[in-house]
Each structure stands twice: as structure tokens, then as C-alpha cells.
């Protein structure tokens, strides 16, 4: 917050209260409660403004304020009186110490988000080294080899190795795009670079993606009639999109179909992809957002990136300010949903 | 003999050089190869190169002014290659003259895909020098008929506004190429409208209503996300 923002915060809240002690001198009340409506507005100020200054501040500046304009004798300072030093003394007093108080709450606060970063970019950590180790082993594996072997491997052999390597190596292409998007955001500005966008083209652009890397996708996308235009950064909800529709596919194992289907409700823009295939594990389904999951528990394959990819799509998801969640649909397959808000944040918003 | 066109590579990285050079050998170019941008620039000026493959992260030299310098003198297709998520890059090498952008990692077709239209554009540019558009532009079941100011789909009228019709002939006259939000905007709109990407948008959503079947699965007008529109390439 700017310096200009505290100090007009400050000011603000001082002069409502110099207002409401004008109004209770007026219907005749003790100048004893004149301090006490000042130590109410040095909590607020202390609350509502950055680091301890502005509080001490204004706690200076209601002792010497209230002295001088509220106690008899009216605008004059006065500190001789019998039993006024020892209040303004206490005033002083229980306002550095709300405000110090505050300000180490606030501390605190910051600090716990810190460490709920530190606590996601470990994770990602995670997720990232145990997916990229199995293709990396596979691509060393059939090029050593090839290189070992060209004299007794037939041509279809050998094409066959290349093509895994080609295939893994695209997997960890995947991995490092997600990578990528997580810094965009995670990077020198935390705040995302949100425009206006077409739900249907990015969409569109998404499915395309996949279509190209799977021909064999039978994709199906629903759209409102009307014109659908979200604030996001649309190459991070590309990439979500992309992560869905790629888990649908390689996850679902039987899946013949799959519709993505977005709506406006409430406020939001709500996006869904459906899947009819064989489902989420019921026992990974509370984490699947935290790349928390072994592959251990779901057999050899069914890890692989789907840690990663979903706590990357939640990362970008939550930067926008939505949620999403994952669900079994009955008669099987997964609904992965995800909603961002329709509004654009107030730019000082909490 | 044939005459082979010549590809000039501008990349730093050995290995990805040498992916250029032989699927590009084996597809029948002339490739000659740069690896600083001092190279490079020396190589535009001596070799005549039929299209340029730059990468924008050079060690010595930002590729950007590479292609601000050659684009003084010379209108030679440039194609460049950048990393994805970079749109700002290619954003800004769109609107300093580049031809079209690759983005990284692709695969070989998509790569002799962007060189092939490169080359046809720039030899369709001696042919019909800047200007008015006339004739007709086809892609698919899209005609865009440039006397008429009209657009039809299958053979019937879209049944496009003024501003849409600009917007679909301003994408048919660089068919193939990409054409920034900014560019777009200045070029309909004029100069002085904001960069007011809502107008833009909503004109394009209700532009693939009229003449896509399903506007999530565009077949004539394609979003390239965070960079601007490009167009079926003609038939």
C-alpha cells in the first residue's frame, strides 16, 4: 500500500472520531470518554494501515489533540491536571502497544503465506523430479540401445525405439510447459496478467492442441449462445485446459468421449470437462489437487503427471481467484470443474 | 538441375541446428547456417537467403535487432522462433515486420508448413504489389469475394456487417499469417481507438457465428492465444 493510501486511512479515521467526540461534547458527555473514542480509532488505524508508524502516530497525535481541543481548557495544551496526565499517559500507552500488537499479527499472517508457498513449490518439487526421472530413463534406455545394438536391430526395431524416445521426450515437453506457467505467475509479479478473452477461443485453441497430439480424441465442446467473455490470462487457462483434457485421455484408459462444456452462473464462468472413462480412485480423489498421491497406489502408470498437471491447473485456477473440484460422475468417468470469477478484482482488493 | 530455395538458420544451439539442417537438406533446401548475430547479419547481406529462420535469444545480440536492421532495407520473409509463453516476444517481432513466428518445440511439418508459406507470400507480393484486394479468396467452403465486399460460406451469403467484412478480408489478404490484436485493431478501427481488446473480440465471436459450424472448432479462423488471428491458408 502506498504511503499516500495510509496516510489518507489515518487521517480519515482521526477526523470521524474528532467528529464523534464534537457530537458527544455536544449532548453534553464527560471529556473523560474523549480519550476512549480515540484509543477505538487508533485500533482501527493500527488494523487498517502497514507497520507500526502510522498507529504511534496517530496515538501521538490523539494525546496532544485531545489535550488541547477536548479537555478543559478548550484549545489549550494543559497537562497540569489532577488525574489527566495519568490518562493520557495510559492512552499513550495502550495505543503503541494495540498497534505494535496488530502489526505482529499482520506479520504473522504474511509469514504463514510464505511458508503455504514454500509448501506448494516443495510439492511441485515433488511431483516434478518423480515425473521427469521415468521418460528420461526411457529415452536413455532405447538410445543406448540403439547405439549399442544398430548392427543387429532390424529397421521396424529401431524405428520402434525411436518412437518412444520421440514419445517421452514430448511427455516431458508437457512437464516443463506446465513448469513454465507455474513461474508466470509464481515469478517477480505474483499478479497474473488478466485480459478479457473469449471463453470459446481458448477453448478452441486448447482442443486443438490435443487433437493434434491425439487425432484419435473424440471431443466435444458446448457452448452458451451468448458471447462469453472472462477475465483471464488466457495461455495459463489454456494450459488448464490442455492438463484436463490430456488427463481425460490418458487417464480414463477406456475413454471414447469427452465434453467440455462452460456456462456463466453467479458471477463466474464455470468450465467442465467430462470424461466416460473408468473414473478417479476414490482413495486419491482428496489430494488430487496437492501432487500428493504415490503411484504406488494406483498401479505403474496412473501417476505420471497427474500430479503435477493438477496442482498446476489449481495453482493457476486459485491465481485467478476461483476453485475447482473433481468428481466420479454415476455410470462412470471423471468431471473435472473448474470456475473463475466474471469480475475483475478491485485493484487494492483483499 | 533445379533451383533449391536457401533457408539461412540463425540459432545457437548446436544440436537443434543440425535438426534444422538435415530435415531441411532431406526436404530439398539449401541451408546455410548462422550461429551470432554478427553471422547472421553478414549472411543476409552476402547470400540472399529465400527465407530466414531466426531465434530471438542469440548470445551476442537480441534477434530483435536483427530484424529491425534487416527489415530497413530488405522485406525478405523472417520467421521467428521463440519459446512458448513468450507471447510478448512474438508479439512485438509480428509488429516489427516479422513474417510469422514457430513457436518452440514444434515438429517437422508444422516447421516446412511455415517455410513453404513464407516463401509463397513473399513470391505473391511481387506479383500483386500492395493495395487494393480484388478477385476472390478461397479456403475450404469460404469465399471471400473482394468486389463485392461480401463473404460467403458453402455458396450463401454470411450476411457479415461492414466491420466484419473489413476484419475477414484484412485476415484473407495475409492468409497464412498471423496478425496481431494491436495490428488488427489500428487497421479497422483506426489509430486512435484505444487498445480496446472487448471490440475486437466480440466482432470475431460473432463473426465464427456467422460462418463456422461450431465456433469452439474453427475451420477458417483460427485464435493463436495472446498473440492475435490468422486465417485458413487459401487452397
Not at chain 2, 534487416?70 to 516479422?98: F, N, Q, T, Y
Not at chain 2, 489478404?173 to 480496446?196: C, F, H, Q, R, S
Amino acid at each position: 500500500m502506498s504511503v499516500f493510501k495510509n496516510a489518507v486511512r489515518t487521517a480519515a479515521i482521526l477526523l470521524v472520531a474528532a467528529l464523534f467526540c464534537f457530537w458527544l461534547q455536544k449532548i453534553g458527555a464527560s471529556d473523560a470518554q474523549m480519550p476512549l473514542v480515540f484509543v477505538v480509532a487508533i485500533v482501527c488505524i493500527a488494523r487498517l494501515t502497514d507497520g507500526y508508524a502510522y498507529g504511534i502516530l496517530a496515538s501521538v497525535l490523539s494525546v496532544f489533540g485531545v489535550n488541547y481541543i477536548f479537555t478543559y481548557p478548550y484549545f489549550e495544551l494543559d497537562f497540569t491536571l489532577t488525574g489527566y496526565p495519568l490518562t493520557f499517559a495510559t492512552m499513550l500507552a495502550v495505543s503503541v502497544s494495540v498497534s505494535m500488537l496488530t502489526s505482529r499479527v499482520k506479520e504473522q499472517e504474511e509469514l504463514r503465506l510464505e511458508a503455504e508457498k514454500e509448501k506448494m513449490r516443495g510439492n511441485l518439487l515433488r511431483a516434478v523430479s518423480h515425473d521427469i526421472r521415468t521418460p528420461l530413463t526411457s529415452i536413455v534406455g532405447s538410445a543406448s540401445g540403439i547405439i549399442e545394438n544398430h548392427r543387429v536391430l532390424t529397421e521396424a526395431q529401431m524405428l520402434e525405439l525411436v518412437e518412444d524416445i520421440r514419445e517421452e521426450a514430448q511427455w516431458l515437453i508437457q512437464i516443463v510447459e506446465n513448469l513454465l506457467s507455474v513461474t508466470r505467475f509464481h515469478g517477480e509479479s505474483a499478479r497474473i496478467n488478466k485480459q478479457e478473452e473469449l471463453a470459446e477461443e481458448i477453448i478452441g485453441s486448447a482442443v486443438l492442441k490435443i487433437e493434434k497430439r491425439y487425432p484419435e480424441a473424440q471431443i466435444m465442446v458446448e457452448l452458451p449462445d451468448d458471447v462469453l467473455l472472462v477475465p483471464m490470462d488466457g495461455i495459463l487457462i489454456e494450459q488448464v485446459l490442455v492438463n484436463l483434457l490430456e488427463n481425460s485421455i490418458r487417464h480414463g484408459k477406456n475413454t471414447s468421449r469427452i465434453v467440455i462444456r462452460v456456462r456463466e452462473a453467479a458471477g463466474r464462468a464455470v468450465f467442465e470437462v467430462e470424461d466416460d472413462g473408468m473414473g478417479i480412485q476414490e482413495n486419491i480423489l482428496p489430494g488430487i489437487f496437492e501432487g500428493k498421491h504415490s503411484p504406488q497406489e494406483g498401479g505403474s502408470d496412473s501417476g505420471r503427471n497427474m500430479g503435477i498437471g493438477l496442482s498446476v491447473c489449481m495453482s493457476i485456477v486459485k491465481a485467478h481467484r476461483g476453485n475447482m473440484k473433481a468428481e466420479n460422475i454415476d455410470g462412470g468417468g471423471a468431471r473435472m470443474t473448474f470456475w473463475l470469477p466474471m469480475e475483475e478484482e478491485q485493484a487494492d482488493g483483499h | 538441375m533445379d533451383i533449391r530455395d536457401r533457408v539461412l538458420i540463425v540459432e545457437d544451439d548446436k544440436s537443434i541446428r543440425n535438426f534444422f539442417r538435415t530435415v531441411l537438406e532431406a526436404n530439398n533446401y539449401d541451408v546455410i547456417m548462422a550461429s551470432t548475430g554478427a553471422e547472421a547479419y553478414s549472411m543476409v547481406t552476402s547470400q540472399c537467403p529465400d527465407v530466414v529462420l531466426l531465434d530471438l535469444g542469440l548470445p551476442d545480440m537480441d534477434g530483435m535487432k536483427i530484424l529491425k536492421s534487416v527489415r530497413e532495407w530488405s522485406a525478405m520473409p523472417i520467421i521467428v522462433v521463440s519459446a512458448r509463453g513468450h507471447e510478448r516476444d512474438k508479439v512485438e517481432a509480428l509488429d516489427a515486420g516479422a513474417d510469422d513466428y514457430i513457436t518452440k518445440p514444434f515438429g517437422t511439418s508444422e516447421l516446412l508448413a511455415r517455410i513453404r508459406t513464407a516463401i509463397r507470400h513473399a513470391r505473391t507480393a511481387y506479383l500483386s504489389p500492395e493495395g487494393m484486394q480484388t478477385g476472390l479468396f478461397r479456403s475450404g467452403g469460404l469465399t471471400i469475394d473482394y468486389d463485392k465486399h461480401r463473404v460467403y460460406i458453402d455458396g450463401r451469403d454470411a450476411g457479415l456487417t461492414q466491420n466484419e467484412y473489413k476484419l475477414v478480408s484484412l485476415l484473407g489478404k495475409y492468409a497464412g499469417k498471423v496478425l496481431t490484436y494491436d495490428y488488427i485493431i489500428k487497421e479497422i478501427w483506426g489509430p486512435n481507438m484505444k487498445n480496446d481488446n472487448r471490440i475486437l473480440r466480440v466482432n470475431m465471436a460473432n463473426i465464427r457465428r456467422k460462418i463456422e459450424k461450431n465456433p469452439a472448432k474453427p475451420e477458417y479462423i483460427f485464435t493463436e492465444v495472446g498473440v492475435g488471428y490468422r486465417i485458413a491458408d487459401p487452397d
